[in-house]
């Protein structure tokens, strides 16, 4: 199946403009609807799935910036570009305020158009990737976080703490654990809230472009620099600005980086003028970023200075409790986008997803219900609506027969070698069960038991469970 084509809404007064921007989206690959003016625009937008606006500042019946407040408040991750003309760059750093991703300056060419129509787009799919978290449980009902295990039953304790202070804060946790949701949490529970919260992931930007990104730039600071350009420190003021993937950020911006925190000022790319600002910095990463500093991939001090509050954010497999919280949050937000009814899950199913480890944590348990929420033809999800790779997480923990661990005690042989024939009949029972979940798949079966392939085999060959001809390796 192709992937489906992403949808840009055009929305301008000026018919040349239009037919010239729907032109070059439409050869790159998008979908494209036209509107010449707010109001259209609107219209457009509630009835289509849009996953990107262009629009215009100046138009009659409704202007852009009403339109952007508008999409901002319907579709909140909807990201919407500004076009504007030289002399209206306040303008445009005002409705980068209030929500807008970026703006074009009149004329702009095509790769600039590209460039940022691509990094608005994948940076949509970011944020779906990472959002996951319902409103329903009560414990963390205000922070929009679900779960009340004791992991996250600290965590509220911090935030509650460290939320409405500039404290800098630095959130750690594997990928899809939810470190976005954590640091919105931080903007939305302190005075800062009706101010900007601006996003940077660090891992998505070109390190070439990190430092104009960051900071800004002035006109003719280097080629196609047509205009100045206000970077997401500027854009953060007053409000927050949030460093996703921090630890991917070059050695040589991070001096700079360390200068703009410490001094809450630093000079545009280009630039000579010295700018201030008033910034509440999150930053999180999933890198280990002491070891990072062993390795000289990151300074020390920069670490020091954005580890004043750290927050670690458990992997789902360390709060297994809260799961059924989540496949409940999940069921009813995909019954509603799917246009579905399933009413509930049946228990052999809750306890394999109960019981499955979550190597991506929250975002995978999320892509899971989805698949299993739109294959489900019953009125509840079954444990056959699960992955495979599900289905036989639950083969694995269930009990093991007794006759595996019975081990006959004789006056020959001590301790050890009783311990050490009753491991060998639990690796042949394990193993063995692995293969037959898995139809003699030894590939499938090693993932299944998280080692390698040559490691099975040698495992199979020590247990006598010799691959045959009905073995499969793929």
């Not at 921090?246 to 280009?270: C, D, H």
């Not at 937000?333 to 944590?361: C, H, I, M, Q």
């Not at 027969?401 to 042949?428: C, F």
């Amino acid at each position: 199946m192709l992937p489906e084509k992403k949808q840009v809404l055009i929305v301008d007064d000026e018919p040349n403009l239009r037919k010239i921007l729907a032109a070059q989206l439409d050869r790159d690959g998008y979908d494209v609807l036209l509107a010449e003016d707010g109001a259209q625009g609107l219209q457009l937008l509630r009835e289509n799935h849009v996953d990107l606006v262009i629009t215009d500042l100046k138009m009659p019946k409704v202007d852009g910036m009403t339109l952007l407040k508008e999409a901002v408040k319907e579709i909140p991750d909807l990201p919407v570009v500004m076009i504007t003309a030289h002399g209206t760059v306040d303008t445009a750093v005002e409705a980068l305020k209030s929500g807008a991703f970026d703006y074009l300056t009149k004329p702009f060419d095509k790769d600039e158009v590209r460039q940022i129509v691509a990094k608005a787009l994948k940076t949509r799919q970011l944020a779906d990737e990472e959002a996951s978290s319902p409103q329903k449980a009560v414990p963390g009902a205000r922070f929009g976080i679900i779960g009340s295990s004791s992991q996250l039953g600290e965590l509220y304790a911090v935030l509650d703490r460290v939320a409405d202070s500039p404290t800098t804060v630095l959130i750690t946790g594997e990928s899809g654990t939810g470190k976005e949701l954590v640091a919105r949490a931080l903007h939305d529970q302190s005075s800062r809230r009706d101010k900007p919260f601006i996003k940077v992931n660090c891992a998505a930007i070109p390190k070439e472009l990190i430092e104009s990104e960051l900071f800004g730039y002035e006109r003719g600071a280097f080629t196609g620099a047509v205009g100045s350009k206000p970077g997401r420190f500027e854009l953060a003021s007053t409000g927050t600005l949030f460093l996703d993937e921090i630890g991917e950020i070059p050695l040589e911006m991070q001096v700079k980086l360390l200068r703009a925190l410490q001094e809450s000022e630093f000079e545009r790319v280009g630039g000579i003028k010295t700018i201030r600002v008033d910034v509440r910095l999150v930053a999180a990463t999933n890198r280990d970023l002491k070891k990072s500093i062993a390795q000289g991939a990151f300074r020390e001090d920069l670490f020091y200075r954005l580890n004043v509050v750290s927050l670690r954010l458990p992997p789902l497999r360390e709060r297994a409790s809260d799961i059924p919280l989540l496949v409940e949050h999940f069921l009813s937000k995909f019954n509603e986008r799917l246009k579905k009814s399933v009413t509930g899950v049946e228990p052999e199913a809750l306890d394999a997803l109960s019981t499955y480890g979550w190597p991506g944590n929250i975002r995978e348990l999320e892509n899971v219900m989805e698949r299993a929420v739109l294959f489900c033809d019953g009125q509840r999800l079954r444990f056959d609506d699960l992955p495979a790779e599900l289905r036989g997480s639950q083969v694995l923990s269930t009990p093991l027969p007794e006759a595996a661990l019975d081990v006959p005690l004789s006056g020959e042989g001590g301790l050890k070698e009783h311990v050490k024939v009753a491991m060998s009949r639990l690796e042949r029972e394990l193993v063995s069960r692995a293969l037959k979940q898995t139809n003699n798949n030894v590939t499938h079966a090693a993932r299944l038991l998280k080692i390698s392939r040559k490691g099975l085999q040698l495992k199979m060959k020590e247990l006598g469970l010799r691959e045959g001809p009905g073995d499969k390796s793929d």
